[in-house]
């Protein structure tokens, strides 16, 4: 099997920095298809549930992930051109941005995995 990504001829950084872009590529797939997700499940506690505040938990998260998501493709934007850094201390501000970045996606990924448990458990009952 083939690797995704050649790295043989990549210095450390370089692949830091592609496998950081890829990490990258795939919490912007994932807020997406939250985003897409938490409709459905307004839909549902809106009128299988008739749970108007369960609803509105999901658009306010509808309205959150879509803030994320603005997050992480502007910071992807902007380290689009992150091989022109010249010193450790350039990759080093890319490094610690985007474990800031991380942290705000696990967050917000504990907070949907836990409004999605209490939609699965209200459809429970």
């Not at 970045?101 to 836990?114: F, G, P, V």
């Amino acid at each position: 099997m083939q690797p995704l990504v050649n790295y043989e001829h990549d210095s450390e950084i370089v692949i830091i920095q592609k496998r950081s872009f890829k990490e990258l590529d795939i919490w912007i797939s994932d807020i997406n298809f939250s985003i897409e997700e938490c409709d459905y499940l307004a839909k549902i506690a809106s009128n299988k549930l008739k749970d108007s505040a369960l609803r509105d938990e999901f658009l306010d998260m509808i309205h959150q992930s879509m803030d994320l998501l603005s997050n992480l493709q502007s910071f992807r934007n902007a380290t689009e051109n992150l091989s022109e850094c010249t010193d450790l201390e350039c990759d080093l501000v890319f490094l610690n941005e985007h474990e800031e970045i991380r942290l705000l996606y696990l967050n917000h990924l504990k907070k949907y995995r836990s409004l999605k448990k209490k939609a699965f458990t209200v459809l429970l009952k």
